[in-house]
């Protein structure tokens, strides 16, 4: 009996089985965006919970306005470093991509400025 080479779907299960709970998140994140489904993201709509923690339609359409900007690397890594500077920052201040990738909260101050800096990156 011979083996059958696996398909995507194959290769999509074995790679959920063995990643991360927090690499599952991220890919549901992706995977349940407005954006990846085709659904424009909605404006205006908060983009952290009153915890300060950023929600998964706010790391979505920040993600989204990186791309349009062409914020990434040559490893594709977003650059937020350009994001912390252009809300007045240091590059250094990791604080968005903790916010983004592991759910850390955000200070009020920064937090507001990225909310203006994504409406006005939305409505341009």
């Known amino acids: 009996m011979s083996k059958l080479t696996p398909n995507r779907v194959d290769a999509l299960k074995a790679e959920w089985g063995a990643a991360t709970p927090n690499e599952r998140s991220e890919f549901l994140f992706w995977a349940l965006s407005p954006a990846t489904v085709g659904i424009p993201p909605l404006r205006g709509e908060p983009i952290a919970d009153a915890h300060r923690c950023l929600t998964a339609s706010g790391i979505a359409r920040i993600r989204s306005a990186l791309e349009r900007r062409g914020w990434r690397d040559e490893d594709g890594y977003n650059k937020l470093g350009a994001l912390m500077e252009e809300l ?15 759910g850390s909260r955000l200070q009020q101050n920064l937090l507001d400025a990225l909310q203006g800096w994504l409406e006005a990156e939305e409505s341009a």
Do not use: D, E
């Open 88 to 102: 007045g920052g240091s590059k250094l201040n990791a604080s968005i991509g903790m916010a983004m990738n592991s």
